[in-house]
């Protein structure tokens, strides 16, 4: 079955990096890209990044241009996400998905368990 | 940018049919995909391509997009069913994902 591990929480201070890992398992690692999604506490879902796992190229949000950092491993078939200078307003579970394409639309069917970030000093 | 905009909140009774709405400018010309997320979890997904279901999603659950409202319908509403659902759409241009910022359905 597929599933996607991601690693434990962590607990930042400002300014500081985060490096989250989704391990993944159950099907072929590069045939599916990898996004990475984030929820901040009580909110809803903000879209952050890709990786094409078979080609290595990325794409991420506007937003995070220049703080975030996505990669993978294809010989342990694991995602990375990197986020750096660390604020408050980061604090949030972050999920690696699978993506989905048909005819170029794209969805998410499988989500990790999530990685709570917490930034606090 | 594209905004999804989502009512924050539906209410229904056990049984009856909830519909949740995902409003976007000329909407029906995009694929809508439909997720619910229960408190503690990951989100899952209900719907993709405006009504198509995964498997084990069952068939209560129906969509349709048309215009600037995408919908997912509910019907036959379980308890179980209480959970925030959010729409997603795909940017084609930017190959960006866009999501809705969610409604919470409340049964009563």
């Known amino acids: 079955q597929v599933q996607l591990v991601q690693s434990g929480a962590e607990v930042k201070k400002p300014g500081a990096s985060v490096k989250v890992s989704c391990g993944a398992s159950g099907y072929t690692f590069t045939a599916y890209y990898i996004h990475w999604v984030r929820q901040a506490p009580g909110q809803g879902l903000e879209w952050l990044a890709w990786?094409?796992?078979?080609?290595?190229?990325?794409n991420y949000a506007q937003k995070f241009h220049g703080r975030i950092t996505v990669t993978r491993d294809t010989s342990i078939s694991t995602a990375y996400m990197e986020l750096s200078r660390l604020r408050s307003d980061d604090t949030a579970v972050y999920y690696c998905?699978?993506?989905?394409?048909?005819?170029?639309?794209?969805?998410?069917?499988?989500w990790g368990q999530g990685t709570l970030v917490a930034v606090s000093s | 940018s594209y905004v999804l905009t989502q009512a924050p909140s539906v209410s229904v009774a056990p049984g009856q049919t909830a519909r949740i709405t995902c409003g976007g400018d000329n909407i029906g010309s995009k694929s809508v995909h439909w997720y619910h997320q229960k408190p503690g979890q990951a989100p899952v997904l209900v719907l993709y391509?405006?009504?198509d279901r995964p498997s084990g999603i069952p068939e209560r659950f129906s969509g349709s997009n048309s215009g600037s409202t995408a919908a997912l319908t509910i019907s036959r509403v379980e308890a179980g069913d209480e959970a925030d659902y959010y729409c997603q759409v795909w940017d084609s241009t930017t190959e960006h994902a866009i999501f809705g910022g969610g409604t919470k359905l409340t049964v009563l």
């Open positions: 391509d405006d009504s």
């Open positions: 990786i094409s796992p078979d080609s290595g190229g990325t």
């Open positions: 998905v699978r993506a989905r394409r048909n005819w170029g639309q794209v969805y998410f069917d499988y």
